[in-house]
């Protein structure tokens, strides 16, 4: 069974720092590129960063950029988001997606990240 599990989100104030953990398991982790994926409410989905199944590669979305740090542990099945300087406006419930050239074919059960005073 393949299983994306989040973890690490919760409330945090503004300019602080939280890192999120994706534990993956039923796929093998280390062949698909992984990306964070974001749903503030009322809003649709938002891509956050990507990271290649090799962790060579990273890209971000420019809001997150010089603040949000994506990376891989493929000897323990798990991606991780570190977010730092966090802003009111990332509050969102964070999802990890696994894809395989291109398509998205896992996704977890997201966590919610609050920034707020």
């Known amino acids: 069974e393949v299983q994306l599990v989040e973890s690490g989100g919760g409330l945090v104030q503004p300019g602080g720092s939280l890192r999120l953990s994706c534990a993956a398991s039923g796929f093998t982790f280390g062949s698909y590129d992984m990306s964070w994926v974001r749903q503030a409410p009322g809003k649709g989905p938002e891509w956050v960063s990507d990271?290649?199944?090799?962790?060579?590669?990273?890209y971000y979305t420019d809001s997150v950029k010089g603040r949000f740090t994506i990376s891989r542990d493929n000897a323990k099945n798990t991606l991780y988001l570190q977010m730092n300087s966090l802003k009111p406006e990332d509050t969102a419930v964070y999802y990890c997606?696994?894809?395989?050239?291109?398509?998205?074919?896992?996704w977890g059960q997201g966590t919610q990240v609050t920034v707020s005073s």
């Open positions: 990271i290649s199944n090799g962790g060579g590669r990273t």
């Open positions: 997606v696994a894809s395989y050239y291109g398509k998205a074919d896992y």
